[in-house]
């Protein structure tokens, strides 16, 4: 698992949400305690250490340490915006791309991640079994699943999205009742397991519209 919540943002503190890190933790917790996970297959990166290039060395570290059997959950939590343009290869109805911010994505404009970047780290994952959580405002734009070569192997993925493509997200209006999901509630067949379509559908309707 790559965890990360930004939550603070070099020389821009208004745009500081310390609940997103507060968040990641508990979400990596939240992992920790089911028989699935150990603390040395959960990457979190917080705050000052959610650059950019750190951000990118942990889609590389789940690339080297991920098997086809494993399944590996991404989460990323921090603001989103929208690009006044879609790069190549073209793939948004609306000529814009999506991008997360990173700590230093305030003070320099290209300390960003694309959806389109995003969807090729996962693609290049050897697991079959995925899912990217996005806790961001225009969140429902990572919801990408191409592929460059047509030949290359499907993988299963699911994604779980704070927000719509067009939307602007709720401070803490997804990610806590997702959390919450994790930890039992969203148990609604009494299986003992929290499978994400359980997760998400009972999130969903608690978060703020």
């Known amino acids: 698992a790559l965890v990360v919540g930004v939550g603070e943002y070099a020389e821009n503190p208004e745009q500081n949400?310390?609940?997103?890190?507060?968040?990641a933790n508990d979400f990596r917790d939240v992992l920790l305690q089911t028989p699935w996970w150990s603390a040395d297959h959960i990457k979190l990166i917080t705050a000052e250490n959610a650059t950019r290039s750190n951000i990118i060395a942990g889609f590389r570290w789940l690339n080297k340490v991920a098997s086809t059997d494993d399944v590996v959950v991404v989460y990323l939590s921090t603001h989103g915006n929208y690009l006044p343009f879609d790069i190549p290869p073209r793939d948004e109805a609306d000529n814009a791309d999506e991008m997360l911010v990173t700590y230093?994505?305030?003070a320099y404009n290209t300390?960003?991640?694309g959806d389109d970047q995003i969807n090729i780290m996962l693609n290049q994952l050897k697991s079959n079994n995925?899912?990217?959580?996005?806790?961001?405002?225009?969140?429902?734009?990572f919801n990408d699943h191409w592929k460059f070569l047509k030949s290359a192997p499907e993988?299963?993925?699911v994604i779980l999205m704070g927000s719509c493509e067009d939307k602007e997200a709720i401070y803490g209006g997804f990610s806590p009742y997702l959390i919450e999901a994790l930890r039992g509630y969203a148990d609604s067949n009494g299986d003992g397991n929290v499978t994400a379509e359980e997760?998400?559908?009972y999130a969903?309707?608690?978060s703020a519209p």
């Open 130 to 141: 995925v899912c990217l959580i996005v806790d961001s405002c225009y969140a429902g734009g």
């Open 104 to 106: 230093w994505g305030f």
């Open 111 to 113: 300390s960003f991640i």
């Open 155 to 157: 993988q299963n993925r």
């Open 17 to 23: 949400r310390p609940d997103m890190i507060l968040e």
């Open 199 to 201: 997760a998400f559908n």
């Open 204 to 206: 969903q309707p608690r």
